[in-house]
């Protein structure tokens, strides 16, 4: 079985005149977790809308498990649980027979199957109660819950963290590292982008419908080279180090020297400094925040100051 | 989540994700929507307390009581004329009500995204949702039946002590019970389709229910208009039009379809005089239009919101 669970193949999307996807080709590989990420517009929703069949693309294909979106829905799609911008749940009725409605469409689940889902998402002891008396992260966790439903091979999550408090934020991690643990596939769209950091395997950074980076988070983050060093005096460390060759692009930030090391090793950059006669209180390999590599991906060349 | 369950715990055997969308469970999961709306109960009441008074009224004069005893047969047809006009006009509300917003229902809160999203056919929730309808109206004829047949039967004993009156009555009485009969099955359908396709134009729940509501009084209505004008300009294509509108065009289906005694509509009728196959075609043609808009509509339109 391919290792592919969620391909996108040339997907395009043009409303009007307006492209709201462009050519975006992507491989979600089975038992990630894989970060969709890009500003407000950047056309994330749209791919989402295209993967579940919301919406027909302009041009490309989805492929989910092997088979085409368009084509084989009725077969692909109830593999995927999907969770689309904000919770749309039936207000009227009860979270539990909400859970019944979609169970109903599947063609029918175990009877213990609704329980199960509910005390997974904690909505046990609010089951007979009418949705519109729900919160917002209530109602985020049952929508998760009928994602949930039968069991689906790949989850597509659209912002999950909307309207959820930071407490919320820190159980819908919880729950996406439970089931990234139990070998779901989870494909999750997110503008948390420390949430992102830490639960995602990898991510597709895409800005004005284009994809500009694809790579594993380990990797974005890693720093070049560039160490942190915590000194007493770091202007007079600056001063010094920038007089070598290695160390033209050493800087000051937040009070710290950043700079890189003649050898790519921390401890010859100590060394240097030792020999005269200034001792680091302290070092880190610097590492870039996702949030970083994501603005400067996404940022309009002159708009970042 | 500190308070979740481990995932190994709940997450079920592998034959749950072999489910599939199925159109007797999306009738279901409708039938239960329809089911746990307040409004559906209050049409209902409402539909129960109308007949009550209007029935009561018809059947509890003197008059009524001379009538039985006379002419049974004049009796009866007035019954089932009155009968008729109630269940037209109650059951069309009812259904225009519950068709526009099952279906737009979907569209304005959201939740035709996460039904289409599980795998679930555009057309296929359409046509399970037409299904619900269609059970719903029956289970209502039926009902009505059941209740008004009593009635009769009650009303006949009390002034007359037997039941002679109705098991005498001529063929030609239940011929006419039959065909008032169907043109019932035939207002619901349309009802159901007009509803329907109001929801789908419009998306939303106020524009379906609305746009639903304002098509019989309006084209009634039109009528008079289209007398005045007629009357004002003195050219005839005025008073040729109403036939093709289609309330008067059912509320002559009846009459046309009953030769045996004159039956006079209770609301607005073509102003020019239309034959049985006249008034097929016609409610035939719109039937048609408003299934293809329903179904082409939402076949071809993205779910954008």
Known sequence: MSAAVLTTHGLSKTYGTRQAVRGLDLEVRRGEVFGFLGPNGAGKTTTIRMALGLIHPTAGRVEILGSDVQADRAR??????????????????????????????????PDGRLEAVLELVRLAGRQKDKVKSYSMGMKQRLAVAIALLNDPELLILDEPANGLDPAGIVE???????????????????????????????????NLGQLVRLAGVAELVAGRGEFVLRLPNPALALELVRRQDWGSSARIESGALVARSPSGRGRELLHFLAQAGIWADGIDERQHSLEEIFLSLTTPIGAAS | MNAVAEPTAVLPARSLSLTRPSFVGAVRSELM??????????????????????????????????????????????????????????????????????????????????VLARGTGRVQLLGAQFAALAITGLLVLAGVIVVSGGVLYGVV?????SFTPITSLPQVAWTDTWINLLVALVSMAVCILLGA???????????????????????????????????????????QATQYLLGPTLNQLAPSLQTDHAVGAAFATPLVPVDATHCWVVIGVYAFLFLAAAVVLTWRRDVLH
């Open chain 1, 76 to 109: 692909v799609l109830p593999r995927v649980g999907a969770l689309v911008e904000t919770p749309a749940l039936y207000g009227y009725l009860s979270g539990r027979n909400n859970l019944k409605a979609f169970a109903h469409m599947l063609g029918g689940l």
């Open chain 1, 172 to 206: 819908m991690r919880d729950l996406l590292r439970q089931l990234a643990a139990a070998g779901k596939t989870v494909f999750i769209s997110s503008h948390v982008l420390a949430e992102v950091q830490q639960v995602c395997d990898r991510v597709a950074i895409i």
């Open chain 2, 33 to 114: 929507k329809i089911r746990r709306q307040a409004l559906t109960w209050v049409i209902l009441a409402a539909f129960v307390v109308v007949s009550a008074i209007t029935l009561g009224s018809v059947v509890s004069g003197d008059q009524a009581g001379k009538l039985l005893a006379h002419n049974p047969r004049g009796f009866y047809f007035n019954y089932l004329e009155g009968l008729l006009t109630l269940f037209d006009t109650m059951s069309g509300v009812l259904l225009l009500i519950l068709s526009a917003r099952l279906v737009s229902m979907e569209y304005g809160s959201g939740t035709i995204r996460m």
């Open chain 2, 157 to 161: 004993f009390a002034w007359q002590g």
């Open chain 2, 197 to 239: 396709a109001a929801a789908v134009v419009g998306r939303s729940v106020a524009f379906g229910v609305g746009a639903a509501l304002a098509f019989f009084p309006a084209d009634n209505f039109g009528t008079v208009v289209m007398l005045l004008v007629n009357r004002l300009t003195h050219q005839d294509i005025w008073r």
